[in-house]
């Protein structure tokens, strides 16, 4: 078989230069070998050309300093929690100090880009400032470097990382997108995760969701605004947003509403709520088309920081990254850069815990026979609501967040 031109200029290109270990060397041959047997059959039975191929990894070597490796001879790491790190809740990552340069920038951004965010807006449903708060968080509008080769990462990631099976898929798809002509090879940047340009999407992401908004025939999410924004919007869309409702609202909570109401899949008319004692702490009502809507209660820290009644759109916010906080910054950035003041209940301390004891309770209470969404070590909504059920077995008052007195009252693992 002839051996394509640029694959030789690779091999030279990782075998060539002085200096390089012997072991460095065997690592990049076993790369190159799992690059041809494993990805590119795959890549040209979904129309990938050789040469698209061979120009996504000329030079490219597998980048050994990415976190969650295993290299080839060593057991594979299973899900590392540090026991020792400090056991956080909200109130890092929606500081006022965290918040304070998004909602600057962003109330900046919604005025420069006015006219494209309305197009985008009567396309797609979703409110600007939903878009420019997620754009500012993936990547300071644009403004954050992104540092990496996306066919070194995804390569490497997909020869020896965790979950190796996405990965390949992931791989795939980028080289689809090179194929496609949205991007050349070499310009395809990723972060040290794999993901694409200003709206951090991952290259099947891309593949379902990037929009050409600007219409000159590319999607490119690296350097077009319009692009960035159109595909934001589409995937939201896509997701099942709401057009005309809102993401949230942050609520004072009754005692007699029980934080064991918490979730996704806890949804009610927000009348019901609010009859049950949710009220905004603005003070004011609801708005009437809410208070027919379906709500759910979110607390992000249990009965220790602040309480919302989030709208089914939160959870769209969430299939963009899932985690509560993301979606919550996401959302209370929006509100602020439309005038909305700093969130009105604090966060409580975290009693010195660690992961290892959140890990330790969420064992005890899978023990018990409650579902905690994975031992993690964090306090997701079923860890939330777990520890409500299990506080009020055990007489504690209930909080849905972890503490010294719970981690007490289960005793060591
Ligand atoms: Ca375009």
Not at 103 to 115: F, N
Not at 285 to 310: D, V, W
Not at 343 to 372: N, W
Not at 383 to 401: D, F, H, N, S
Request: charged residues 25%; aromatic residues 10%; hydrophobic residues 45%.
């Amino acid at each position: 078989m002839r051996v394509p031109a640029l694959f030789v200029f690779a091999l030279l290109m990782v075998f060539g230069p002085a200096g390089a270990s012997r072991a460095d060397q065997s690592l990049t041959k076993d790369f190159r070998t799992f690059l041809e047997t494993a990805i590119w059959p795959e890549a040209e039975a979904q129309g990938v050309s050789r040469e698209i191929f061979d120009a996504a990894f000329a030079g490219v070597e597998p980048d050994l300093d990415l976190p969650d490796l295993t290299l080839p001879g060593e057991t594979e790491a299973v899900s590392p929690i540090n026991v020792q790190a400090e056991f956080k809740n909200g109130s890092d990552y929606l500081s006022e100090r965290a918040l304070a340069e998004t909602v600057r920038s962003g109330k900046a951004l919604l005025e420069t880009h006015a006219g494209l965010l309305d197009r985008i807006e009567a396309r797609y449903g979703v409110p600007a400032p939903v878009l420019v708060a997620i754009w500012g968080r993936e990547s300071a509008f644009g403004n954050a470097t992104i540092p990496h080769d996306a066919f070194e990462v995804l390569g490497t990631k997909a020869w020896l990382a965790r979950r190796k099976e996405m990965f390949r898929t992931e791989l795939v798809a980028a080289l689809k997108i090179a194929s496609n002509g949205d991007r050349a090879v070499r310009d395809m940047r990723s972060s040290w995760a794999g993901a694409l340009g200003q709206p951090q999407f991952m290259p099947s992401k891309f593949l379902d969701y990037a929009v050409d908004f600007d219409g000159d025939g590319k999607r490119d999410i690296w350097n077009s605004v319009p692009d960035t924004l159109g595909s934001i919007a589409n995937y939201l869309k896509e997701h099942g947003w709401q057009p005309g409702r809102d993401w949230g609202f942050e609520v004072t909570v009754a005692k007699g509403l029980s934080c064991t109401l918490e979730g996704p899949d806890k949804g009610r008319p927000i009348s019901r709520f609010v009859e049950d004692g949710a009220a905004r702490v603005s003070g004011r009502p609801f708005p009437g088309h809410e208070l027919a809507g379906t709500g759910h209660l979110m607390m992000p820290a249990g009965r220790k920081g602040p309480a919302f009644i989030a709208t089914p759109n939160f959870y769209v916010i969430k299939a963009y990254n899932n985690s509560d906080l993301y979606a919550l910054f996401v959302g209370h950035v929006a509100d602020r850069m439309i005038g909305a003041g700093p969130l009105v209940a604090p966060f409580a301390s975290t009693d010195g815990l660690t992961r290892g004891d959140v890990a330790a309770v969420q064992a005890a209470l899978v023990d018990k026979g409650f579902d905690v969404g994975g031992i993690d070590g964090l306090a997701g909504f079923k860890t939330r609501r777990a520890i409500g059920a299990v506080e009020a077995e055990l007489g504690l008052a209930e909080t849905c967040w972890p503490s010294r007195d719970l981690v007490e009252a289960l005793g060591p693992l």
